[in-house]
Each structure stands twice: as structure tokens, then as C-alpha cells.
């Protein structure tokens, strides 16, 4: 215990001592209105107030707070469950812990510095540092939407984002599931919490709101203020990019730096309980409505329309991994259904309310196909220990999701296109091939800086704390080695 305070007490000071630094470099700027994801006729975010005339909607408010709350339950317990069945029963509680500590961790940090450099003005790669602590925030705090003089509670939009970075997090332990140290798992989420999410984040889904927007000066203005992608019309809905490429990538190279499992490719691993794994993943997907359809800020057609792209291009991931798994093995699994259903779920994340429903099952049928070609041929061609598959789930089904968001947006395949806020009317123009290549620079940006970050927050780790367990504690089990304790009694 003294060793876990001693680490969590390091983690900290480096952290603090980062986000000095970052002071002395980020630009600090006036409250500006925020935004967190890219939607059709928008792609909103919060801070000064709108108009002073501008009202929260109670309507809106409690819908927000509800898709807050589904957020959570995606995180705990359905990613913790998700994950805790598909590990061995000697690892079952370690992976509870640090889904559910790390998740603790990160809403901390979310409200000492992650909000503000994620969510205020700054630079076109970080925020300033002007709501520190929440600071100036109250209960009447406003946060814009991505309709004209619309707004919500700053303190529900903030909740909001805290549970995706939280989750963001999360999602990366299971790459490395069944042998990494606890408190090692802790200060690496810290450390790249900091330095990738904040940063894509901002990049991906800061700007000043609508409201300002009157003409094509103001929004020259607007757009010049924004983050580097969001200025460059990069569409992210609910996560694409900033979610789930970025914490596949930093599990990647978690899987490459810490090596292989001991007995791996020797020795059965299979999943102890795909019972649990099943009631996690239909929990990620009850989750999940809360995760996309809450990203449009606002309880109207665009929420209705991300709440169905969910259902439907979850469901078609679902059928397509096991039709992939009964050709290929003669037997379609309750693993591969589970495993579908969340390569759907990631995989419609940044089109959600960008495309129609025929679009949602063609993205889920990719995303399926692809995912299940992820977690057997390409770790195969990888050659990395990746425990629970977050890259060929999360890194293909990201990057598949958000460039076949730039396809079926158009008009023309039944998408909402991108609102013209001038003309308060979906733009005339769109071009396919143009936005395909927006979402590339998208998702190209995310993995290099990721892949960066974890890089280097991984040996700063390594040389503080040790990455890796011992062997003995390995195959003893990091329930009962770290924690103490057991998952079940025999």
C-alpha cells in the first residue's frame, strides 16, 4: 500500500508539473462556447453564455443528465463485466479494479485540469487554463448546443465529457489485461489522459459555438478559434477519433512495449465467464444510446436519428461477425455476437448523427466484417499480445467508422451533410471524396499523436514504476498478487 500512495503521489507531481509547463506554452483565452462533437447540422460545446436571454430547457437538461448516467453504466459495469468475463478467473477482479479506479482517477483529474484544456480556448491543439478547478463555473453557467440560441447547464455538458474520458481510459487496460501493475496502469492513464485525450479532444471537437455565426466573417472567426481538426471540418459525432482510435493505439503499443503473456500462444487463455462478457456487452449497448444520442446535446431529431443509427447498425455488426464466424469456423459464438455488437458500437460512433439508417447498416455490417478479420488476421500479421483485442475492435472499427462517415453523410446516400450555419440550412455542397479525406487526415493525426504519447508514457512509466509483475505474480494471478483478494471462492 505504501508503494501504491508513493506511485499515485509521483503520478501527480509529474502530472502538476506537466500541466505547468503547459501553461507557459498554451495561450490562455477569454470563455469561448465549446463544442463536443462534429454533428449534421452541427457539432456544439459549452462556455460563456450564448445570449443573455438564453434559457436552459429542462427538457434538454434532463436528457443530458440521463445520457450522463448511461455513460457511466457503459463504463461500470458494463466495460468492467465485458472485459472481467473474457479474462482468466485468476485476473478477474485486477481488471475490475482498474476499470473502475482508473475511471475514479480520471473524473478527478477531469475537474482540476482536463475540462478546462480540453474545453476552453487556447490553441488549436490545447485549451487554456482558465477554468482550473471548475473554476467560475455555477449553476448558471450555460454551455452551448449546436442550435442557435439553445443551451444546457455548463456543469451537465462538463459531467458529460468526464464520463468520455473516463471510458477513453478505461477502454486501454484491456490491452494489456492480466499483467501489468496496478499502480503502473494508474499513472500511464494519467500521464496519457493528459497529453493524447485532452489534447484530440480539444483538437477534434473544440469550437465557439453557433451563436457568433451571422455571416461568413463571423464565421471565419469561429472556425479560425477552433480546434485544429473541427477547422478543417473533420465530423466525429460521438467519439471516432477521439475515443476510440486514440485508446486502441495507446493499447497497441501497450501490448508491444510490455510483451507478451506469459504461456501466451502455449497456454490456454481462454475467457472465463462469457456469461458476464455477454451481460457487459448488452450493458456497453443500453450504454451506448446514452453515449451517441447525448452527443447532440439537445432531446430532438438529430438525438432520435444517432438513437437509431445505433440500434441498427449495432445489430447488423452483430449478424455479420457471426455469419463471418460460421463461414469461416462452421459455428457462429456467443463471444463473436458480444464481439459484434461492440464493433458496431464503435464503429457508428462518429457517424451516428451524421448518416440515415441504411447508412448506420452498411457502416455496421463493415464494421463487423472487418472487426472480426481485426482480431484474427491482422494480430496474427501484428504479432502483439493485444489480451482483449482493443485495436481489432476499437482501432478497426474506429477508423472504418470514421472514414465511411464521410461517405454516407452526403445527401445524396441519405446523410444530413454539413449545416451551413449563414444560410441556417444543410449546405448545398458536399463532396465525398473531399470528406473522405478530411476524416484520413482525422484519423491519421490521432494514431501518430496517440502512438507518441504512449510511447514515451509508457517508458517514463517503466523507468518510475515497472511496467510489468513478476512471472511468480503472473501465474499466481493479479488478484490475489496485487490485490489480495479473489474473484471466486473454491
Not at 296 to 318: M, Q
Not at 342 to 366: Q, R
Not at 392 to 417: E, R, Y
Request: charge should be negative; include cysteine.
Amino acid at each position: 500500500m505504501k508503494k501504491l500512495l508513493a506511485s499515485l503521489a509521483l503520478g501527480f507531481g509529474l502530472l502538476l508539473g506537466g500541466t505547468a509547463a503547459m501553461a507557459q506554452t498554451a495561450p490562455t483565452a477569454d470563455v469561448k462556447v465549446t463544442a463536443p462533437a462534429a454533428a449534421p447540422a452541427a457539432a456544439a460545446a459549452p462556455a460563456a453564455a450564448a445570449a443573455p436571454a438564453a434559457v436552459p430547457n429542462k427538457g434538454d437538461t434532463a436528457f443530458m443528465t440521463i445520457s450522463t448516467v448511461l455513460v457511466i453504466l457503459m463504463t461500470i459495469p458494463g466495460l468492467a463485466l465485458f472485459y472481467g468475463g473474457l479474462v482468466r478467473s485468476k485476473n478477474m477482479l485486477s481488471v475490475l479494479m482498474q476499470v473502475f479506479v482508473v475511471s475514479s482517477l480520471i473524473y478527478v483529474l477531469w475537474v482540476i485540469y482536463g475540462y478546462t484544456v480540453a474545453f476552453s480556448g487556447g490553441s488549436p491543439f490545447f485549451g487554456g487554463f482558465d477554468k482550473l478547478f471548475f473554476k467560475g463555473i455555477t449553476p448558471d453557467s450555460i454551455a452551448a448546443t449546436f442550435s442557435k440560441g439553445v443551451v444546457i447547464p455548463e456543469f451537465t455538458f462538463a459531467a458529460f465529457q468526464a464520463t468520455f474520458a473516463a471510458i477513453t481510459c478505461a477502454l486501454i487496460v484491456g490491452a494489456f489485461a492480466e499483467r501489468v501493475r496496478f499502480s503502473a496502469v494508474l499513472l500511464f492513464c494519467a500521464i496519457w489522459f493528459t497529453f493524447s485525450y485532452l489534447p484530440v479532444a480539444h483538437m477534434v471537437w473544440y469550437w465557439d459555438g453557433p451563436d457568433a455565426i451571422t455571416d461568413a466573417a463571423t464565421l471565419e472567426t469561429v472556425t479560425a478559434a477552433a480546434g485544429w481538426l473541427w477547422a478543417k471540418g473533420a465530423l466525429d459525432f460521438a467519439g471516432g477519433t477521439v475515443v476510440h482510435i486514440n485508446a486502441a493505439v495507446a493499447g497497441l503499443v501497450g501490448a508491444y512495449v510490455i510483451g507478451k503473456r506469459t504461456g501466451y500462444g502455449k497456454e490456454s487463455m481462454a475467457p472465463h465467464s462469457l456469461t458476464l462478457t455477454m451481460v457487459g456487452a448488452s450493458l456497453l449497448w443500453v450504454g451506448w444510446f446514452g453515449f451517441n444520442a447525448g452527443s447532440n446535446l439537445e432531446a430532438n431529431g438529430v438525438a432520435a436519428l444517432a438513437f437509431v443509427n445505433t440500434l441498427v447498425a449495432t445489430a447488423a455488426a452483430t449478424l455479420a461477425w457471426i455469419t463471418g464466424e460460421a463461414l469461416s469456423k462452421g459455428k457462429a459464438s456467443m463471444l463473436g455476437a458480444a464481439s459484434g455488437a461492440v464493433a458496431g458500437l464503435v464503429a457508428i460512433t462518429p457517424a451516428c448523427g451524421f448518416v440515415g439508417p441504411m447508412g448506420a447498416i452498411a457502416i455496421g455490417v463493415a464494421g463487423g466484417f472487418l472487426c472480426l478479420w481485426g482480431v484474427n488476421g491482422l494480430k496474427r500479421l501484428l504479432g502483439a499480445d493485444d489480451s482483449l483485442d482493443v485495436f481489432g475492435v476499437h482501432g478497426v472499427g474506429g477508423i472504418v467508422g470514421a472514414l465511411l462517415t464521410g461517405v454516407f453523410a452526403a445527401p445524396s446516400l441519405g446523410g444530413t451533410g454539413i449545416f451551413d450555419y449563414v444560410a441556417n440550412a444543410a449546405s448545398a455542397d458536399y463532396s465525398i471524396s473531399g470528406q473522405v479525406l478530411i476524416q484520413l487526415e482525422a484519423v491519421v493525426t490521432t494514431i501518430v499523436w496517440s502512438g507518441v504519447v504512449s510511447y514515451i508514457g509508457y517508458k517514463i512509466v517503466d523507468m518510475v514504476l515497472g511496467l510489468r509483475v513478476s512471472e511468480e505474480e503472473e501465474r499466481e494471478g493479479l488478484d490475489i498478487s496485487s490485490h489480495g483478494e479473489t474473484a471466486y471462492h473454491r
